[in-house]
């Protein structure tokens, strides 16, 4: 019932970016079959692009087009290659989803560990250094980052490709560099999680039955301070799709990021709103994820969530 709930909920947040996302062609300044025709273009070549985009379509019509182009891979076309949007984006995914969900769980792994030692170090060199370290994590741009990983160790060490999607080893970079920033946040938050229940009354009671002080963290303390940063990861994955464009071109990956961009540039409208379609489908899943392992993780709110 609570997953139905959940769903339920999403759908009026795809309804309206669908909306959102179909409108966007009307809002363009200018005839959009003019700018994708070019400047050269005779009027019968402009009339022609308008039938292709059906924009001599009532509104309603070219809605449920589009709509139906989510099902049927020959509705919704590439005006630059011909080839059905769902096909250019399928051949791109993979890439885009293998760094963004490995970016999550590197990030998520490295905030948690350093997050951990900061409590229990805490006012040492240790915990100095990861926080120095995490503030420039939360700091640095991504693009930036990016072209110093490349540098050390494409460059100067020779350790990893700098570019490219043709072997496992192409993704290190990609992943270690997305995966900075939700590291540090996590780690911040799993720190300040961690230190304010240190006193609690269940800890005390740990303690008491010989457990170390590692162990009541890990094993008591750090399962109710994960909620937090669970809760933070939805928001997080929904950065580094919409960081793909960033990450992906800086590297020379072939994914969904780079695909929107060059789609950006060739005025190609059906590549653009299905990609963006998509990004808000990942961002809605992933925030029903998180819900749920919250639910998992905190047993008062699946009291809240069945009283409701």
């Known amino acids: 019932m609570i997953v139905f709930n959940r769903l339920a909920a999403s759908l009026p947040t795809l309804l309206i970016v669908s909306l959102l996302v179909f409108w966007f062609v009307d809002f363009i300044p200018g005839d959009p079959a003019r700018i994708l025709a070019g400047p050269m273009a005779t009027q019968e070549e402009v009339d022609v692009i308008r039938d292709a985009m059906g924009l001599n379509e009532p509104a309603v019509t070219r ?20 080839r059905p949007v769902a096909t250019e984006i399928a051949e791109r995914l993979p890439n885009t989803l293998i760094i963004a969900i490995g970016g999550l769980v590197v990030g998520l792994l490295a ?22 370290l995490t503030l420039a ?23 990893l490709p700098p570019a490219g999607a043709a072997t496992p080893a192409h993704f290190v970079l990609p992943i270690l560099t997305v995966a900075s920033r939700p590291a540090a946040m996590f780690s911040r938050l799993v720190t300040a999680s961690l230190l304010e229940v240190m006193g609690r009354d269940y800890l005390d009671t740990a303690r008491s039955k010989g457990l ?8 008591h303390a750090l399962r109710n301070s994960l909620v937090a940063a669970i809760s933070v990861a939805g928001v997080q994955f929904g950065a580094m ?28 409208y059906p590549i653009i709103q299905y990609s963006i379609l998509l990004f808000s489908f990942f961002f809605v899943l992933i925030n029903l994820v998180t819900d749920l392992l919250t639910l998992w993780l905190d047993p008062r709110t699946r009291k809240s969530e069945g009283a409701n």
């Open 63 to 82: 809605y449920v087009r589009f709509i139906e182009g989510i099902v049927n891979p020959d509705v919704a076309v590439s005006l630059r290659t011909g």
């Open 111 to 132: 905030g948690t560990i350093t997050g951990v030692i900061c409590a229990l170090r805490q006012g040492t060199w240790i915990d100095t250094v990861i926080t120095v």
């Open 137 to 159: 994590g939360i700091s640095m741009p991504i693009f930036w980052l990016g072209l110093l990983c490349i540098w050390l160790f494409a460059v100067y060490l020779g350790w």
């Open 212 to 219: 170390s002080e590692s162990s009541v963290m890990v094993r």
């Open 241 to 268: 799709l919409g960081g793909s464009v960033i990450t992906e071109t800086v590297f020379g990956i072939p994914g969904i990021g780079r695909l929107l961009v060059d789609a950006v540039s060739r005025a190609d």
